[in-house]
Structures are given as structure tokens and as C-alpha cells.
């Protein structure tokens, strides 16, 4: 133990290889009756998005990537309104019950949100964010294959019940040798990892009941008094949440998306994955049969951990500031969740020598495959990650960063930039803080800093066709406007949206979006050219991108144009995985030959 505080930094990444170890030793062979979870469940939005999971877990079965003798399911969310990730759990719950009825009671089950579209990182946008590729292992990790290692302790000290976790977050956390985390109180259990009071500001903030050690320690089970849910830094003061620097100080701070406290700095403990009991959970799903169809987003975090816990009050459900869409019965659903489960325990697992990383944006994506030194160090990520590419020269710890593609030894990779399960060839430029996805770049292109390229399969009518998104990384495209005359607030790579029509001979018309009339954005603008190859829709995009940087005009006018959220209704799964599947061999060839000839 002593040495393990000395240093933290050391024993954290020791700590996650030995779970990474332990998960490789698992894939592709049966799991012993409780070694594993029981059931691993995630979540999508729509019945498209249901099918993709499904597909990409046959294939990751079919190819023993994961542990077999596990029950995977996709539970998709009902047609209609947007329930969020809470709405979700209670129809997951619902499916449970379907589809195993009082067998479930004894299980320990795994449920992963990924039911959103990835607007922040539009990359997972096709495949999802739980399907997120990262920099290292053979075949490549994915979110899954890493929120599996890091859990990989779990179910084996877990009282039935279920652990709900996100697809875009990453917890790592190191105790001592002796010691394992366990989910066996009643009610609900959460992590806990000690950040600023800022980062707070975004999560969830646990107000703990007074704890009687003189010493702290990696590992502590505490019993939380209040939830609050993402408060300002007065009330964070307010409701004694903020805790005082003391041996504390020697730990490393959650915060692996901000760099860590000084010494001398006030501190909070905030949320990551939580655990309910197969009684919460029972009494939950009880609830939403007798409330049948929901109409408003509720969250998990927000709406049911902030009504556990002695010090808990209505007043929450009432604030609306941190909601999306305030739809009218909000506010009552909410106090009826909160009458529900007032007065069962929020325990808290506090992780003092622990990291939380959220991954869920293009800016934490470069930034944490790129220039994070902390979770390149921890999780072992690579430049190169099973890629064909000639060693990546290192600008003061800021590298590029290549997952599963293959490059020619004479394109240019720039430092800050992400290239994935793509091709490029001997005259590709890429600029600085780009990301190029499932794209193949054979003719001489330029790709200006700062730009975004991911490619789509699409099936329309029956026939194969492609597309390809090319914006900037830094573009919001869930900014949205109201009415046509107001689309000059959009902007697309830092232009004006307006004169970007004007550069591709555009009209400002309603069918130039899709969707919702009222709720114009990048998203649902119908701006990118359908082509009938993978290059020429890459060659396509990247014409009307350099067009808007170089000023100059490029004609959309004879093209048949989708929105993203369109190619997301046309997209084909199945190609895509194909193509990642020719560049997987392709790079094993490679390897093949290389070996031989070195031997």
C-alpha cells in the first residue's frame, strides 16, 4: 500500500493493465458462472441504430473479440418523444422482465447507454459511441472491449442487480492488492472520484455524511447525505460538498479531462457509473408499468440519484436549467420519481487514487489521443495502432495518432490529428487537429487544420452509394435556428453558413433541410454530395470544403445531397464493417510479410 501512494500515477496504470490482462485472457472463451456478467445490455435510440449494434456485436462474437456464454442484448427506446438515458433504463428494465421474467432477479447485468447520436463527435455517429475505436490492442479495443476490462472485477462482488454506466466515459481506478470494489448494500451504490470544483460544475457532486478516519485512503465506503446534480460552485459551499485539502492531497484528481489540483486546492467527489439493487430496480419497473408511455427525457443521474439519500428535497425537480427540452410533464414526472425513491441509501465507493475521462466530443477525442500524456501512459495507447505507417515523429509529446489504416509512406500526418480505419495515399496533406474516418484518399488532396472527414455507406433504392461528411472539427451541429432567415448565425468551418451556400451555388429553400422545419442546423442541412465510390464522395466533399477555405466556388447544384441526420436512416452497416474488415487483413498481410522477411 505504502508504496502504491508514493505513487499513484504508477500504481494506476499497473492496476489497468492487470485488468486489460485479465479481460484478454477472456475473449473468445466461455466464462465460469460468476466470473462475468450474466447479461450485457446496451442501449439505442432507434430501431436503425438497434440493428447496427446487433450486426457489429455478431461480428465481434463471430470473431471472438469478447467473452462467450454471456447474454449480449440492444434494447432500443420506444418510437416518439426522447425519454433520455433515464427513459431508457426503465424500458431496458421493462425488456428484462420480457424477455426473462423473475429470472433476472438473480442476475448481474451491465446496461451501457449508447442510445445518443453523437452530435459532439460525429464520427460514432453511424456505428456508436460504444463502438468508438481507441489506440491500441490486436484486433483494435473498442469502448466496449474497455468498459468490459475495467469492470472486469465487478460481478464477482456485486449482489444482483444492474450497474449503469455511458458509452463515451472511462474510469480508471487502482485499491489495494487485497481489496475489490463491492456492490452489495441495498439501494443504490456509486463511484465517487475526487475532482475540482469546476469539473463539478459539469457532473454529478456527492455531499457526504461525516466520516471518522483519520487517514485516508484509496479505497472508502461512505454513505452520501445529498446528490446534487451538476451545481454551481456556491452550491457545491452551500450544501457542504466541498471537501478540504489534507493527506488527500498526495492522491491523483478525477479529472483526467483537466489537468490535476494543486495541493492546496478545495476538492469535491463526483459521479461516474452507479449500481441499484434488484429491489430499486424492481420497484422502478413497477413504476413505469403503471405510468405506461413517457413523454419527457428523464435522466438517470439527475432524476434518480438526486432524490436518494437523507438530505434529499423536492426543490430539484423543479430546476429546469439543466434540461435540454422542457417539456410540460417534466416537472411532475419528476416529483413522482422522487416520491418513488425517497428514502432508500445512495451509497458512495470513493476512489481516491482514481481518473474519470469522457470522451464524447471532437476536442476531448484529439486531445486524449493525441496529447494526453496521463491516459497514453495508463491505457498503454499507441501512435500506430494496427496500422501500416512509417514511424510518427513526436513534437514536444504531441503526436498524430493512426488506429487500424493504412498510410502511404509519403502522405503527411500533422501532429494533433486522429486518422481511423481509413486509406490514404502518396499525395494526401493532413493538416493539424483533423479527423479522417472510414475514408479512402487515393488522389492528391490537401486537408486544411481543424478538418472533419468521415465517409458513409449508404443503401438508396437498393444500390450501393456514398457519402461523406466534411466539416470543421470545431463545427456545433446541434446549434440550431428556427426560421431560414436566421440560418446566417450557423457556421460551417468559421464561415458564415449563408455564404458557404453562395460558394456551392445553394438556394436558401426549406428543402434544403431535413426533418424538423423549425429546427435548422448542420445536422439536418442537406449539403453533402451522394457519390457512386467511396473515393470520388471523399474527392466530392473535400472540393466543397477547400472551396469555403480558399473562398472560391464549387456547384453543389447537380448533385443529389443528404443531411447527416439522413445518411444516418441510408447508412449500410454492413459495407462499412467490410471495409474495415479488407483494411484488418490487408494490414495482417502486411505484417505477414514483413515478419517473413525479417526472419
Known sequence: MAAARATPGVSLREATQRKLRRFSELRGKPVAAGEFWDIVAITAADEKQELAYKQQLSEKLKKKELPLGVQYHVFVDPAGAKIGNGGSTLCALQYLENLYGDKWNSFTILLIHSGGYSQRLPNASALGK???????????????????????????HMNPGILVTCADDIE???????????????????????????VGTTHGVFVLEPFNCLEYRDLEYRCCHRFLHKPSIE??????????????????????????????????????????????????????????TLNCEIDAYGDFLQALGPGATVEYTRNTSNVTKEEAELVDMRQKIFHLLKGISLNVVVLNNSKFYHIGTTEEYLF????????????????IAFSIFPAIPEYSGNTSCIIQSILDSRCSVSPGSVVEYSTLGPDVSVGENCIISGSYVIAAAVLPAYSFVCSLSLKMNGHLKYSTVALGVQDKLKKNVKTLSDIGSLQFFGVSFLSCLDIWNLKVVEELFSGNKTCLSLWNARIFPVCSSLSDSVTTSLKMLNAVQNKSTFSLK?????????????????????????????????????????S
Not at 480508471?172 to 448494500?185: A, M, P, T, V
Open 172 to 198: 480508471l481506478y487502482s485499491i489495494g492488492e487485497s481489496e475489490f470494489i463491492r456492490f452489495d448494500k441495498p439501494g443504490f451504490t456509486a463511484l465517487a472520484h475526487p475532482s475540482s470544483l469546476t
Open 368 to 383: 486524449h489521443f493525441t496529447s494526453d500524456n496521463s491516459l497514453k501512459s495508463e491505457l498503454g495507447l499507441q501512435s
Open 235 to 292: 452550491k457545491m459551499h452551500q450544501f457542504n460538498a466541498v471537501c478540504r485539502p489534507g493527506n488527500i492531497s498526495q492522491w491523483n484528481f478525477a479529472g483526467g479531462d483537466t489537468t490535476s489540483l494543486k495541493l492546496d486546492r478545495e476538492y469535491v467527489y463526483t459521479d461516474s457509473l452507479f449500481y441499484m439493487d434488484h429491489k430499486s430496480a424492481r420497484k422502478l419497473l413497477a413504476f413505469y408499468e403503471k405510468i405506461g
Open 130 to 156: 460504444i463502438f468508438t475505436a481507441l489506440p491500441f490492442g490486436n484486433p483494435i479495443y473498442q469502448m466496449l472491449e474497455l468498459k468490459l476490462a475495467m469492470y472486469i472485477d465487478f460481478p464477482s
Open 558 to 598: 447537380n448533385y443529389t445531397l443528404l443531411s447527416i441526420e439522413e445518411m444516418l436512416v441510408y447508412k449500410d452497416v454492413e459495407d462499412m464493417l467490410t471495409y474495415r474488415e479488407q483494411i484488418c487483413l490487408e494490414i495482417t498481410l502486411n505484417r505477414k510479410q514483413s515478419d517473413l522477411e525479417t
